[in-house]
């Protein structure tokens, strides 16, 4: 999951803050997934749901 949102962010040239502001998911949570601190977090339904809709995927994408 990780390396997929970083793939994403990087993709599109967008910043950890834009995509918080967009989703409404915490800018700590995704400043934890992109710099893999807490590789022990999981990946909320809801949380992967506004992702897959941000960014214009399908939810398997953050869910495989």
Same mark, same amino acid.
């Given at each position: 999951? =990780?390396?997929?949102?970083?793939?994403?962010?990087?993709?599109?040239?967008?910043?950890?803050?834009?995509?918080?502001?967009?989703?409404?998911?915490?800018?700590?949570?995704?400043?934890?997934?992109?710099?893999?601190?807490?590789?022990?977090?999981?990946?909320?339904?809801?949380?992967?749901?506004?992702?897959?809709? =941000?960014?214009?995927?399908?939810?398997? =994408?953050?869910?495989?």
């Amino acid at each position: 999951m =990780y390396e997929k949102f970083l793939a994403l962010l990087e993709e599109r040239n967008l910043t950890v803050a834009e995509v918080s502001r967009a989703t409404g998911i915490p800018f700590s949570t995704l400043s934890m997934w992109k710099s893999r601190r807490d590789t022990g977090a999981k990946l909320s339904l809801e949380n992967a749901a506004k992702l897959a809709e =941000y960014f214009g995927v399908p939810i398997e =994408y953050f869910v495989e």
